[in-house]
């Protein structure tokens, strides 16, 4: 997780089960949070590193001991949900 800060800052702060946001919500805060286009890009090329490294664990990335976003059973199930809350929303980022 330290070699993604920004993925791991995203979903521990917008996309935390403990601050109770719908998921609609989160993903809007999220689109916000990386409109500026130095942002936008920054967040790009670590979630292209991301989903391209194959020791990275996303149940690990979505469930730890510092956060909770989703507890899933399988590293398909985690894959695919990350890629839905942090790669979906950028598709709207102007």
């Given amino acids: 997780m330290e070699s993604y800060p920004r993925i791991?800052?995203?979903?521990c702060t917008?996309?935390?089960?403990?601050?109770?946001?719908s998921l609609d919500v989160a993903k809007r805060l999220y689109e916000r949070s990386v409109a500026e286009?130095?942002?936008l890009l920054?967040?790009?090329?670590?979630l292209a590193a991301a989903f391209a490294d194959?020791?990275?664990s996303w149940?690990?990335?979505?469930s730890n001991e510092s956060y909770?976003?989703?507890?899933?059973e399988t590293e398909e199930e985690a894959r695919a949900f990350a890629y839905e809350v942090l790669c979906t929303p950028l598709e709207h980022v102007p």
Avoid: S, W, Y
């Avoid at 917008?14 to 946001?21: C, K, P, Q, T």
């Avoid at 920054?42 to 670590?46: M, R, S, T």
């Avoid at 149940?59 to 979505?62: E, N």
């Fill in 42 to 46: 920054a967040i790009k090329k670590e």
């Fill in 68 to 72: 909770e976003v989703l507890d899933v």
């Fill in 59 to 62: 149940r690990q990335m979505l």
């Fill in 14 to 21: 917008i996309f935390n089960a403990e601050d109770g946001l």
């Fill in 54 to 56: 194959p020791k990275l």
């Fill in 37 to 39: 286009p130095n942002a």
């Fill in 8 to 11: 791991t800052h995203a979903l």
